[in-house]
């Protein structure tokens, strides 16, 4: 790696103009592309304390090994200089938003003497028209039903050539769904116009051609041609059938493309919902990864640069509007940029109230859910789990695999319902069955950090106790007889399942949630037990920082780390566990009943109670007899009830009734 200081330029060098900056590699290659409305401020920053620097621009600058600039008129024409340099260059460095998937797109074929619709996927095309992206089935449908109304050319091009040797059409052609260019039925000029109002209607003018053939159908039926009118009006449903599917979210005269993004501390999601003439036309998605410390206004500007830098292109493609979730630092000038891409005026804006925001609600769920199906579809991808349990045995320098880790977390409500949760992960998957839930309370439930110590203290004193155990029966005469002859039993017998341990081996790794109290706490527990073969580490949210115990500094893993993923899905996945619990918990808490405080009556017998008598009001005027009628009731059970609601009646002088306490609706009656 290259020393920054070989290569950096004095400062009365660097201009104090806008400009773009291009960072070069010994071979020449450019691996990152910048702007800034000051060349000198922006470039010193890289070098005055490059050991300050975000770990992936710490390897950029030393990757490098030379740095130029270029000086330019005003931020606008710095915009278009970086945007035209990172798509010529492609930098490694720069940010890049990659598709999440691969969105088929309905595409005409303008360039070609017989324009083609189909379906395609991938790079565009000179000289071909895009409309969506759809889902893989909507858009075969759509295809499909618009060809009725508008029997533009669909086949390849060797159907093409053989109809034409032939002088006879292909099937689409025999059944009306092809207007048969390839044999003369029309000139190719009667084609191309056909092709130009399919992607006039596919473009948003969808109303024009439905009350033409409205008129059409009104004519025919004026000269009694009813057949000729059956036919238009047939039309009429299919176009109608196309144009409603997409649900109506904003004014008829809305063109907007509505972006959104949900991102954590390495990636970033990004969805946008195509809204033409009020309709959601199409959707589209990216995932990014976070090479450098970007705010949302900085992946605000970058996504619009590369989006419309490469869909300008394509005439008609830029909307009147752009509704962001935050405005970029430079709006004007990409609003400036885009107008010229679009040859009129767009407006980006950010959308505070009304049905704009409320779509933009929407995208942004989408833009979660995405990121979401990213982070597990990575999980389960065996390299990348190889690599992560590799990274992170080399970054904490353990001397062992990581073939078990288990994930603590903590969840409370201001210290009541206090609950903790364990995750356990082998081999880089999840082990649900191995999964515990654990309820906190007494001191333990002072602070976090003494529920922590207490469930580590549980869970390996647990271990401890199953290790004594097996130990003292590996020492019994005959153990190794009553081993086999277990063995024997249970191949005959299927049915019995194998009794299953409380807890199953340790693990090789502890992670939990939190800094370096929790680390301490955790390691505690473990040195009382005298464990001392169990690693343990903490993950603390704000910064994703590795904590190891009785360390003053953290370790701080690569942003784009398998290890460091694997670290977050695992503490997201405790996080899940421990909340789930704390609800159902808090649930139970705030629903109070009339036979809760009855000694000796358990749940399943106070369900029984009133699946028998169907209230607690006749449960309360039963008698003792009737009462043992219930299953499980006994008759020493119904004399406590019995007096249980006698003794309570007394007291109070009135029914109390069931209610919960967060609604204060009755439950019972």
């Known amino acids: 790696m290259a020393d920054p200081a070989s290569y950096r330029p004095q400062t009365g060098e660097i201009p104090t103009n806008p400009g773009v900056y291009r960072f070069r590699d010994p071979h020449g290659r450019v691996i990152y592309v910048g702007k800034a409305k000051s060349l000198r401020s922006r470039l010193n920053s890289y070098f005055a304390n490059p050991g300050g620097l975000l770990p992936k621009t710490y390897a950029m600058v030393h990757a490098a090994s030379s740095v130029e600039w270029t000086v330019v008129g005003s931020e ?20 890049v938003f990659r598709d999440d998937k691969t969105y088929p797109y309905l595409a005409v074929t303008m360039g070609e003497k017989f324009p083609r619709v189909q379906v395609l996927r991938g790079e565009r095309r000179k000289g071909t028209r895009y409309f969506g992206p759809y889902t893989a089935g909507a858009i075969r449908e759509t295809m499909d039903t618009l060809l009725r109304v508008f029997p533009v050319r669909s086949c390849s091009p060797g159907v093409l050539k053989r109809a034409q040797a032939s002088g006879r059409p292909c099937l689409l052609g025999y059944i009306d769904k092809c207007a048969a260019p390839c044999v003369g039925r029309v000139t190719p000029e009667e084609h191309r116009a056909l092709a130009e109002d399919f992607c006039s209607f596919m473009g948003g003018e969808a109303k024009r051609f439905i009350g033409r053939l409205e008129k059409d159908m009104a004519a025919a039926v004026a000269e009694l041609d009813y057949e000729r009118a059956a036919r238009v009006r047939d039309d009429i449903i299919a176009l109608r059938k196309v144009f409603e599917r997409n649900a109506v979210v904003l004014a008829e005269d809305t063109d907007a493309d509505v972006f959104a993004l949900h ?39 970058h996504l619009l640069q ?22 970029p630092s430079n709006a004007a000038e990409l609003a400036q940029w885009l107008a010229g891409l679009r040859g009129a005026k767009v407006d980006i804006r950010v959308p505070r109230r009304g049905d704009k925001a409320a779509l933009m609600s929407t995208v942004r ?39 078990r880790i288990e994930c603590f977390d903590i969840s409370h409500v201001q210290g009541t319902n206090v609950v903790a949760s364990m995750v356990v992960v082998e081999d880089g998957l999840p082990k649900k069955s191995d999964y515990r839930k654990f309820s906190i309370t007494g001191a333990a439930a ?47 017998d299927t049915t019995t399942p194998a009794p299953r341990a409380k807890f199953a081996y340790p693990p090789n790794l502890v992670v939990v949630d939190g800094g370096k109290p929790q680390v301490n706490a955790a390691a505690r527990a473990l040195a009382e037990l005298g464990i001392d073969d169990v ?6 949210k704000r910064l994703e920082e590795v904590w190891l115990p009785d360390s003053d500094f953290p370790v701080i893993l690569p942003r784009t780390s398998e290890g460091l993923y ?9 996080h899940r566990f421990a909340i789930t619990f704390h609800r159902q918990k808090r649930g139970k808490a705030m629903t109070v009943s009339a036979l809760d405080s009855v000694p000796g009556l358990g749940e399943a017998k106070r369900k029984a109670l009133l699946a028998q008598f169907g209230s607690v009001k006749s449960i309360r005027t039963a008698s003792a007899a009737e009462l043992t ?21 007394a007291a109070s002088g009135e029914e109390a009734p069931s209610i919960n306490m967060t609604t204060g609706e009755i439950i019972e009656t």
Do not use: C
């Open 306 to 327: 590369q989006v419309y830098g490469e869909e300008g292109e394509t005439q008609g493609r830029l909307p009147r509007e752009v509704l962001v979730p935050e405005e």
């Open 629 to 649: 009628t219930a299953k499980g009731i006994g008759p020493s059970l119904a004399d406590a009830i019995v007096s249980h609601f006698s003794n309570g009646a």
């Open 263 to 301: 991102e954590d501390e390495l990636e970033a999601a990004v969805q946008v919902f195509h809204v033409r003439g009020g309709r959601v036309r199409g959707q589209r998605g990216w995932v990014v990864e976070k090479v450098e410390d970007f705010t949302t206004p900085d992946l605000v500007e």
């Open 566 to 574: 694997l670290l977050q899905r695992i503490r997201d996945e405790a």
């Open 446 to 492: 002072v602070d976090d950090t003494a529920a922590m110590h207490d469930v580590l203290t549980r869970r390996f004193r647990n271990y401890l106790q199953e290790k004594a155990s097996q130990a003292e029966a590996a020492q019994l005469p005959g153990h190794q007889a009553a081993l086999e002859a277990m063995a024997v039993a249970s191949m005959q």
């Open 535 to 540: 690693y343990v580490v903490g993950l603390a």
């Open 365 to 403: 769920e989408n833009a979660e859910h995405a990121l979401k199906l990213h982070k597990s579809r990575r999980a389960g991808d065996l390299t990348n789990r190889s690599l992560a349990l590799q990274e992170l045995q080399e970054a904490l320098d353990l001397p062992v695999a990581l073939l």
């Open 76 to 95: 606008l024409e710095s915009l278009q200089l970086e945007y035209t340099w990172i798509k010529e260059f492609k930098p490694r460095f720069n940010v």
